[in-house]
């Protein structure tokens, strides 16, 4: 049996190859790219664990996207009640929430 996160799915970030998906949202996002050291750090750490034997079992950001979610705001797939403004149709348009 295949498990997988939470994270996988048909509406999540990732397919069951691991591979980024199309998920739009809003989020507050710490900029990690702003100290070299981190970056340097990021790497060492992502080839490491590319050396496991266990390695095919993750998903490497690529570093075009290594960042730190600080806030998840209104993310598409995720337009429950609980996790949506009350400012806000639930069917919004995503142009309209970007402005928002």
Known sequence: MIQFTDAVGSTKKFNEEGRLKWFPGNTIVCNLYEDTKVIEKIKEIQAAYQKLS???KFSMMPMSSIHMTV???LCHFNR???KWSEF???DED???IDQF
């Open 94 to 96: 995503l142009e309209h």
């Open 71 to 73: 806030f998840e705001l």
């Open 80 to 82: 429950t009640p609980e």
């Open 88 to 90: 806000l149709n639930i």
């Open 54 to 56: 266990c390695a095919h």
